[in-house]
């Protein structure tokens, strides 16, 4: 088999910029991801094991149910703690040793107190991201301390030179819808000019914002609204952070003859109960049943006629830089126009001629003729014969020349004497 170095010219890197788009639909307390609902499995009810309009981090555990087999993973010890059992589902374990090495999520005084040298350390693949909106109190100061907008603040004083729309004043007195787009979903940042809110009342569009001058501004667009005007900004995204701020209240459908009670945070941590009767549509409900943070139990009643009744939409586009190393794999003239491959030699009728010839003081293969697959006019004579190959696979080496990759071609190259032939090769990391 022969091996070839790349030359100087034939090995280029770059990157790749793309933008893969997203949409989020969100209804009754529930969020579609790309419009997909369950997909249930053969041994759990959404078969990549994390919640609907959630991606699966790791994308391990494909229908797999966490039951306990009653099994040890390796060497069983009689102190339970020093044993990994086996629950069905992939996770990452650690023992406790010497190098003092744990998972992130364990803290020094968990692993001081919680563990013994000899312990088996945990952890978890099943874990998933999706979308969720925090809703502040108007008397809470989005922008004060111990706040999402604190820790925002760097971030929207440095895009004020974008518009005034990005202006927050410390304790600003109006309440503020936070949905936060974890980066997963867009990747470097999101694509701007392709942030698109609706909002929807019993299947109706009553609203609808965009991001249309590509400048962060979320503008109304249309006349679906019944109280805001076309052009009107009623909120600020940022596209690095993958945070969208919604400060408008004005109502954007008729009140609904509802009362509903939710909760809103008085600070990060903090959370109190408001009671609304008459409720109004505005972008304050929007995300209405998304999880607010981490905790999905702070949300709004699932009973009410106002959560039933709305159905939000987010659509975006993210972008992704896939560094890409393309390979230029030069099959010269003259060259690889041998082959160990069986077929490569004239069939023989009789299997004498494929063994070698042996003896007291000697050895050596008979020779064999080379099969002629060059076509002519005629059946007798066949045309001269002419070396040809089929090129399948290319191999990728290392220094080493240890294998570590293969390219494949969808069929068959025909490789003669005459023929220069120049394979690119691409590889996305």
């Known amino acids: 088999m022969p091996l070839y170095k790349f030359g100087p010219g034939d090995v280029f890197y770059n990157r790749i910029r793309a933008y893969p788009s997203s949409s989020f639909y969100i209804y009754s307390g529930s969020a579609y991801y790309q419009n997909r609902s369950t997909e249930p499995g053969s041994n759990v009810a ?3 094991g994390v919640p609907v309009g959630n991606i699966s981090l790791y994308e391990l555990n494909v229908d797999r149910s966490s039951t306990s087999t009653g099994r040890i993973i390796g060497v069983s010890s009689s102190t339970s703690a020093q044993n ?3 629950n069905g589902t992939i996770y990452p374990f650690i023992y406790k040793g010497p190098q003092k090495v744990a998972f992130k999520s364990i803290t020094r005084d968990q692993f001081a107190a919680d563990y013994v040298t000899g312990d088996v350390i945990t952890g978890s693949y ?10 502040y109190a108007a008397s ?6 111990n706040k999402d907008g604190a820790a925002l603040r760097n971030s929207l004083d440095y895009a004020k030179r974008y518009g005034t729309h990005y202006n927050f004043s410390s304790g600003s007195s109006a309440q503020t819808n936070v949905v936060a787009i974890p980066s997963i979903f867009y990747g470097s940042s999101i694509k701007k000019g392709t942030v698109d809110l609706k909002m929807y009342l019993t299947g109706t569009l009553v609203a609808r914002c965009r991001d249309s001058r590509f400048n962060g501004a979320l503008i109304m667009t249309g006349s679906h609204s019944t109280g805001h005007s076309d052009g009107d900004i009623v909120g600020t995204v940022l596209y690095n952070e993958g945070i969208i701020v919604l400060t408008s209240s004005v109502a954007n459908a008729a009140p ?3 009362t509903v009670d939710y909760k809103e945070y008085s600070n990060r941590l903090n959370t109190t109960t408001v009671t609304i009767t008459g409720a109004e549509y505005s972008w304050l409900t929007f995300g209405l049943g998304l999880p607010q943070g981490n905790d999905a139990s702070l949300e709004h009643a699932t009973t009410s006629d106002f959560f039933q009744s709305a159905s939000f939409g987010l659509d975006f586009a993210g ?6 190393i393309t390979m230029l794999a030069n099959a010269n003239r003259g060259e690889l126009n041998y082959s160990n491959n069986p077929t490569y030699a ?7 001629g494929y063994y070698p010839i042996t003896g007291s003081n000697l050895y050596y293969e008979q020779q064999r003729t080379i099969k002629n697959t060059n076509s002519s006019s005629y059946s007798d004579p066949t045309g001269s014969l002419k070396k ?3 090129i399948t696979k290319i191999g990728i080496y290392d220094d080493n020349k240890k294998l570590i990759g293969v390219a494949s071609v969808a069929k068959p190259v025909k490789k003669t004497e005459e023929r220069d032939l120049t394979f690119k090769l691409k590889l996305d990391i």
Request: aromatic letters at 8%; hydrophobic letters at 25%; proline letters at 5%.
């Open 46 to 48: 959404n078969v990549n």
């Open 84 to 86: 990994v059992t086996d």
């Open 126 to 135: 099943m874990m998933s991201a999706s979308i969720t909106r925090k809703l």
């Open 140 to 145: 809470a100061g989005f922008n004060d301390t």
């Open 256 to 258: 609904t003859p509802s």
């Open 319 to 324: 972008t992704h830089r896939i560094p890409t």
């Open 346 to 352: 004239k069939y023989e009728s009789s299997t004498a």
């Open 388 to 390: 040809t190959t089929y």
